[in-house]
């Protein structure tokens, strides 16, 4: 059943953006016979807009909040509880999503692989059913993750894996959320060109949503066992950054012949996903990746690219996305796209020379490393995970796509 409401949810956060400017968060809102759910899909809308990203900014008077009010819905006696219950499950929810934006939309000379690491850590402190392990730059080149150190070698800021594990002691497979974070992406050597580059700051989106899905799954008492992991690096120009034409060795065994150093996404995700199936033996995996530009041509920013090698699981997103105004749009993979991939030097090569199918010569590299029959879904979120000029439910900046839509999935599927 759907217990969000798409347009409760807008209506909440137009609401909340014009009338804060003139009373702050001095105000009452009261519904005429709206009924519970669309008043707490309302109220999340408002929380979900009531964020701003000014850490950098010196503080103003004049935008102080009065910490000492509150935003106040009235309702009856009578729904009460239950409106209570549901606006804090959405406050949890919120946080998540908050968080995966404060991560996003920090600059990137303070966001950096071990930056990432270290807020992980920090934050797993609070949560007696969650633990963070960090695989660092050393741990990473004698397990043999060739993709991901091939990414993130020139750079000063070394790469890394942060894996999130929540109620880790419940036996059996579980989901297992894996998240691109590359915290800058210049291109490396085949450097992209200047205008708007600042942008590749998100580039790390995905991890910065499998953060926040965790976040939000802590903050409502999720009971089953979830795993999140995240592949961060930097990819720089640099004396010793990896060449056009380098063979690499990932931690699967397979070679690679890096053709074009900014198509490092599928490089790092590569081990992750061989790292994920060998380590956790997944229910499922559902991997985030601001993976392609083409994929902003399919799909604007209005759905993310689904890739899959499951029905059910691609349905269950498909209906997750539906229900949390989250969409995604499933894309083909086929084997008859292989060939684009594969190269005269090594066992693949990893752009597409011949040109065209961007997104999903993306995807169908990455299915190379799904060697166990798990159940899979990569999401192109490339034209999701920020936006210049705002959405309906954000102002502007990092969106934290994803993290209501995982949390559904979860939620709705996996308790
Ligand atoms: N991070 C980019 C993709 C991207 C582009 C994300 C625009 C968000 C907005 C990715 O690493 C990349 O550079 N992809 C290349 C692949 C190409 C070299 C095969 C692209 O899409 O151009
Ligand atoms: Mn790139
Ligand atoms: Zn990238």
Redesign the pocket.
């Known amino acids: 059943s759907s217990d969000v409401c798409s347009s409760d949810l807008k209506a909440g956060a137009a609401v909340f953006a014009s009338i804060k400017k003139i009373h702050g968060n001095d105000f009452t809102v009261r519904f005429i016979d709206a009924g519970v759910p669309h008043m707490a899909a309302f109220a999340e809308g408002m929380m979900l807009r009531d964020y701003s990203y000014d850490h950098y900014k010196m503080k103003d008077d004049d935008d102080d909040e009065d910490s000492t009010k509150q935003i106040r819905l009235a309702c009856s006696e009578k729904e009460a509880g239950e409106l209570t219950s549901l606006v804090e499950k959405y406050r949890g929810i919120a946080k998540g999503v908050h968080l995966s934006r404060d991560l996003g939309n920090c600059p990137p000379n303070d966001m950096y692989p071990e930056e990432f690491a270290d807020r992980a850590w920090e934050w797993a402190k609070q949560y007696d059913n969650v633990e963070v392990t960090i695989i660092n730059y050393d741990q990473a080149l004698k397990a043999g993750m060739g993709g991901l150190v091939a990414v993130g070698k020139g750079s000063s800021r070394k790469p890394c894996m942060v894996i999130f594990e929540m109620n880790k002691d419940i036996k059996g497979k579980c989901p297992v959320l894996v998240g691109k974070g590359?915290t800058f992406?210049t291109?490396g050597i085949?450097l992209?060109p200047g205008a708007n580059m600042d942008?590749?700051k998100?580039?790390m989106g995905g991890s910065a949503t499998v953060f926040g899905t965790m976040e939000a799954l802590a903050q409502t008492g999720h009971k089953g066992k979830v795993v999140g992991i995240t592949c961060m690096a930097e990819?720089m120009p640099a004396a010793n950054a990896t060449r056009p034409g380098d063979v690499i060795k990932g931690l699967s065994g397979k070679t690679i012949e890096i053709l074009?150093t900014?198509?490092?996404?599928r490089l790092v995700l590569a081990d992750a996903l061989t790292y994920t199936e060998e380590k956790f033996k997944p229910k499922f995996i559902v991997d985030l990746a601001?993976?392609?530009?083409?994929i902003?041509v399919s799909l604007g920013s209005e759905y993310a690219g689904l890739f899959s090698n499951d029905d059910k699981l691609s349905n269950q997103l498909i209906e997750a996305g539906e229900n949390v105004e989250e969409k995604v749009w499933r894309m083909p993979l086929n084997k008859n796209f292989d060939k684009l991939i594969d190269s005269k030097n090594a066992d693949m090569q990893?752009?597409?020379y011949v040109g065209g199918a961007?997104s999903t010569t993306?995807a169908q590299f990455l299915q190379r490393f799904i060697l166990n029959k798990t159940p899979w879904a990569h999401l192109d979120i490339?034209?999701m995970?920020?936006s210049k000029y705002g959405g309906a439910l954000n102002s502007g900046g990092a969106t934290g796509y994803g993290v209501r839509l995982l949390n559904k999935l979860i939620e709705d599927n996996y308790e």
């Not at 601001?290 to 083409?294: E, I, Q, S, V």
């Open positions: 590359i992406d291109g085949s992209k942008e590749m998100y580039d990819n074009n900014d198509a490092e996404g601001t993976l392609t530009g083409a902003i990893n752009i597409n961007g993306a490339a034209g995970a920020f």
